[in-house]
């Protein structure tokens, strides 16, 4: 499918009825130049996770995709099915792109070095792709099961269970609440990051610092079996 997006022209000069260039000249139409379909449905969703990081699922018109891109409603609907599918393409993406950054990150050997790693590869996708982790840690739509907040951090907390459930096991910890654990560190980097997505101080490498300071040292301290020191036991 082949769509238009520009128009240009060149001009021809007249000549008179003895042979000589007259001094005015008339535009000519030439071919329009024209977008594959391909090449649209990726306009769209630049300009809908643009709009999407902006103002949200809810306050993102089709109307405005479309107006934003240059073409009518129907171009949108025919490509995506309306903005709910344009949205869970563009939630895909990065999911996808974060998810891939983080699981390429962790390759030190070390495990104080592996949450160095996982937490800057966070903090790197939200320098980069500010617009993405909006949209990330934006509400999605009541019928979306995926693409939350929390659906991301729980793909994340998956991905370096087994490293700590190795760690705990070499330590004579019970490996089976690695889960447990993974969820709690992802969890604390990625709300850490929201924060940061915003003020962006103190600098990228100071808040991984901190970070790993506060995770590494209280799991260098951990306790086999943690008690409670307040009067609520259950």
Same mark, same amino acid.
């Given at each position: ?37 391909? %090449?649209? +449905?990726?306009? &769209? ?5 643009? =709009?999407? #990081?902006?103002?949200?699922? !809810? ?34 993406? %990065?999911? +996808?792109?974060? &998810? ?5 990150? =962790?390759? #030190?050997?070390?495990?104080? !070095? ?121």
């Amino acid at each position: 499918m082949m769509e238009d997006v520009a128009t240009d022209s060149s001009t021809t000069r007249t000549t008179s009825n003895n042979g000589s260039s007259a001094g005015t000249e008339r535009p000519r139409r030439t071919r329009r130049t024209r977008m594959t379909g391909a %090449e649209r +449905r990726e306009q &769209l969703l630049d300009i809908g996770r643009t =709009l999407f #990081a902006e103002k949200g699922f !809810e306050g993102t018109s089709v109307e405005e995709i479309a107006a934003k891109a240059g073409v009518s409603k129907p171009v949108v609907y025919e490509h995506f099915g309306g903005k709910e599918g344009l949205y869970a393409v563009v939630v895909d993406r %990065e999911m +996808r792109s974060l &998810l891939d950054g983080v699981t390429g990150a =962790l390759t #030190a050997g070390h495990p104080r !070095e592996l949450l160095e790693q996982a937490a800057f590869a966070l903090l790197d996708y939200i320098e980069k792709y500010t617009d993405g982790f909006r949209i990330l840690v934006r509400d999605s739509p009541v019928a979306q099961s995926t693409g939350t907040f929390a659906s991301l951090i729980s793909d994340i907390a998956t991905q370096v269970e087994d490293i700590l459930g190795l760690e705990f096991k070499a330590r004579g910890f019970d490996p089976k609440l690695a889960p447990l654990y993974a969820q709690a560190l992802v969890g604390m980097v990625a709300l850490t990051g929201q924060w940061w997505l915003d003020v962006r101080k103190p600098k990228k490498a100071e808040v991984a610092a901190h970070l790993v300071n506060l995770a590494w040292h209280g799991l260098d301290g951990l306790e086999q079996k943690p008690r409670l020191i307040g009067h609520r036991k259950n």
